[in-house]
């Protein structure tokens, strides 16, 4: 089965600067048609998770280009510029391209 | 627009079965794959069961495989989780989700809370 190791398990941000979560697969999501099932949610307190980025780059419809998902094969990255109050949270990264699977979770908090 | 809402959790004792509900509206249901996630009390994410959106094909995650089944009826725009022999590890909190053409989980409900416990 396929791991997906998110880090920082937390992390703390002040307003306005930059965060960055790693994803990093255990084995390449390139799928045989050339596209890279890597997705990222936000869960936001007390809410339903959210979709934020598909594809590994594309951001779902209303997401604010603050938010930029990069990376291939095993190594994959968010960066959350400008970090705002609401995106506080935990962020999960997910792939669909071997079954399934979840990473663990990174906590966004802010300072 | 897309809205979902699950129905049906409630407090079991281990051993007993329980049926989730997932009304959907704002979409065409017959046309996309269902998903059910699941979340234990402060912890991760663990997607549990997909359905095709003509049930022709459904998967389950290993650790509810034999015991879950996932079915839909496209008549009525609602997803079901039958969920039998449960253990108090099936604790949570049970979503279902709908794709997009390039996403898995577009869209999630608010979920139900499902608890076993004696």
């Known amino acids: 089965d396929v791991v997906l190791t998110q880090t920082p398990v937390s992390l703390s941000v002040t307003l306005g600067d930059q965060a960055s979560i790693s994803c990093r697969s255990s084995q390449s999501l390139e799928y045989s048609d050339g596209y890279t099932y890597l997705e990222w949610y936000l869960q936001k307190p007390g809410q339903s998770p959210q979709l934020l980025i598909y594809?590994?780059?594309n951001r779902f419809s209303g997401v604010p280009d603050r938010f930029i998902g990069s990376g291939s094969g095993t190594d994959f990255t968010l960066k959350i510029s400008r970090v705002e109050p609401e995106d506080l949270g935990v962020y999960y990264c997910?792939?669909?391209?071997?079954?399934?699977?979840f990473g663990s979770g990174t906590k966004l908090e802010i300072k | 627009e897309v809205q979902l809402v699950e129905s049906g959790g409630g407090l079991v004792k281990p051993g007993s079965s329980l049926k989730l509900s997932c009304v959907a509206s704002?979409?065409?249901?017959?046309?996309?794959?269902m998903h059910w996630i699941r979340q234990a009390p402060k912890k991760g994410l663990e997607w549990i069961a997909l359905i095709y959106y003509d049930s022709s094909n459904k998967y389950y995650a290993d650790s509810v495989k034999g015991r879950f089944t996932i079915s839909r009826d496209n008549s009525k725009n609602t997803l079901y989780l039958e969920m039998n022999s449960l253990r108090s590890e099936d604790t949570a909190m049970y979503y279902c989700?709908?794709?997009?053409?390039?996403?898995?989980?577009?869209?999630w409900g608010q979920g139900t809370l499902v608890t076993v416990s004696s």
């Open positions: 594809e590994v780059s």
């Open positions: 989700a709908k794709g997009s053409t390039r996403a898995m989980f577009a869209y």
């Open positions: 704002g979409f065409t249901f017959s046309s996309y794959g």
């Open positions: 997910f792939q669909a391209t071997h079954d399934l699977t």
